[in-house]
């Protein structure tokens, strides 16, 4: 199938001066932005986000003035048939703290461009297209909040164990009129999902250094959180001679040093992070009696993600054994990999080409509000460069004319996707 690109384009200056406009909000000196979820800066950038919305002459769709009950907050524009499926485009307004102006914002500002220039247009899309900001995509309280509530992945367990403690949650949460119990509430059957697309910066070099202009998704890796905990005997570090010894400190530095050889080896498209060590007791002249390592793995699919767990598990026990000590694996968190679905990339794929944009096909290696979706409905993400791959940081930098190719590109992908008549 050949796809020749819609006449129409987004309007370039308004999306610009949106931009800036929220760029201000919770601004640093540094040149970035602090606007972690629930704070009084995303309080503020609700309010103009809303206002953006009614600005714009689209439906602002939540209950609230600071979104549905988990606080996500949509715009929407009405498809031929007022309560046909919605079609998403969306990221979110949150940063984390002492972030930058790109990640998240430039997705839901393109979305609302998108909404915008198609109602000027004149045209009715078949389903009903929504632009929506999600509550902590960054996880100051409970990463993914607001797209894991509305996909129903979300249980009250997880409700129960926000990063911050429930106390501080749950006054974020009443400045927005939310309250912990409700958030659930935010749920929409998968029926009433009629897809997904997020622009997002890629928040690494590849983009960059290769010179391609567009990113398209193939999955976002899965993670596997594990705490490994070394178990010896606690002795005399002077005394005690060293082929005796039961030493937790030991067999931890082997490990680590084995594991990075086996992943520069075996596993070059996968990550690990040793992210932590605690020794007990942790002084200079006692041998260590244990030692609680915190272990990530990212890898983009199940067999992939599988596969490495399996070597790395191998090799703690072969180390265990080398420095006889015990070991106990516990796992901390388990996000699986999420595949853009297959119908999805080729169609964005077409519209990259006929848009005259390169681009190359690739994976990401953090975590967005896309994996809520992906198992549910028809779902993409397109990448545009971050110059020299900063991100989480006020050095956070995409040129504006990548960020209009990617919302352009935002635009065709939902027209096409979406079955708009044009
Ligand atoms: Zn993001």
């Known amino acids: 199938m050949t796809h020749s690109p819609s006449s129409i384009r987004i309007n370039e200056q308004r999306f610009k001066t949106n931009f800036e406009a929220l760029s201000r909000i919770g601004a640093t000196a540094a040149g970035g932005v602090h606007r972690p979820a629930l704070s009084a800066a995303d309080l503020e950038a609700r309010a103009w986000f809303r206002e953006r919305i009614e600005a714009a002459g689209l439906e602002y769709a939540c209950q609230r003035p600071t979104g549905d009950a988990a606080g996500n907050q949509s715009a929407v524009l009405r498809g031929n048939r007022a309560d046909a499926p919605h079609f998403l485009l969306g990221s979110h307004l949150d940063t984390v703290p002492n972030g930058g102006r790109f990640d998240g914002a430039l997705g ?18 078949v389903v009903c297209l ?45 400045r927005l009129g939310l309250t912990r119990d409700g958030i659930l509430g935010a749920y929409r059957e998968p029926g009433m999902i009629a897809g997904y697309l997020e622009l997002h910066i890629e928040q690494g070099p590849t983009l960059a250094e290769s010179g391609e202009e567009i990113g398209i998704v193939t999955a976002i890796v899965g993670i596997r959180r ?11 570090a002077g005394t005690t001679p060293i082929p005796r010894r039961r030493d937790a400190g ?18 070059t498209d996968c990550a690990i992070n040793v992210g932590n060590m605690r020794f007990e007791p ?15 793995l990212r890898a983009s699919s199940k067999q992939g993600l599988a596969a490495l767990y399996d070597a790395l598990v191998h090799l703690a026990q072969q180390e265990s054994k080398e420095a006889e000590v015990e070991l106990e694996i516990t796992l901390a ?10 119908t999805v990339q080729p169609v ?8 005259g944009y390169t681009y190359r096909s690739m994976p990401s290696g953090a975590g967005h509000d896309a994996q809520s979706f992906a198992d549910i409905c028809p779902t993409g993400m397109i990448f545009i460069p971050s110059v020299a791959g900063a991100s989480h940081s006020p050095k956070e930098f995409s040129h504006w004319q990548d960020c209009v190719n990617g919302a352009d590109l935002l635009l065709q992908a939902a027209l096409e996707l979406a079955h708009v008549p044009t």
């Open 108 to 125: 839901v500002l393109a979305a609302l461009e998108v909404l915008q220039t198609i109602k000027e247009a004149g045209y009715i899309p």
């Open 130 to 174: 929504e632009a929506i900001n999600f509550t902590d995509e960054e996880g100051a309280h409970l990463g993914l909040l607001g797209s894991r509530a509305l996909t129903g992945k979300l249980t009250s367990a997880d409700l129960g164990h926000p990063n911050l403690g429930v106390e501080e949650f749950e006054s974020g949460l009443s």
């Open 226 to 236: 594990l705490r490994l905990r070394f178990i010896g005997r606690a002795d005399h």
């Open 250 to 267: 030991r067999a931890a530095c082997t490990f680590t040093a084995h594991a990075w050889e086996a992943v520069l080896r075996d596993f």
């Open 282 to 296: 942790g002084i200079f002249n006692v041998v260590p009696a244990a030692v609680t390592l915190d272990l990530e």
């Open 333 to 342: 968190e388990d996000i699986p990999p999420a595949t853009m679905h297959p």
């Open 348 to 355: 964005l794929i077409e519209c990259a080409v006929a848009a």
